[in-house]
């Protein structure tokens, strides 16, 4: 997978931007950048204490939302992400 949209360039010293990292980091989890976009992700992950602490941060909360299951949730838990997800949803759209 190609992010076309990304312009790498250097700001700070990194190739890419902490916002790019962001944006980039459900694709580096999943294996889905290119070698090239995954050696500039990685470079800047080890310049950048904020971006690691980021996606060690997503890959905890990966690890732990695959251990929980419908039941383990408490009905107004439940009703709360669910209103919190149709929020975000709404706005993304608009």
């Not at 939302?65 to 709360?80: C, H, N, S, V, Y």
Request: glycine content about 4%; charged content about 30%.
């Amino acid at each position: 997978m190609r992010f076309l949209w990304l312009r790498w360039r250097r700001v700070d010293g990194h190739a890419i931007t902490c916002r790019q990292v962001v944006a980039l980091v459900t694709a580096y989890l999943d294996g889905a950048l290119t070698r090239d976009e995954h050696e500039l992700f990685e470079a800047h992950l080890a310049d950048c204490d904020g971006c690691t602490e980021h996606v060690q941060q997503i890959r905890a909360t990966v690890a732990l939302t695959g251990q929980i299951r419908d039941d383990d949730l408490e009905p107004q838990a439940r009703e709360d992400l669910t209103n919190l997800y149709r929020r975000w949803l709404a706005e993304s759209r608009a």
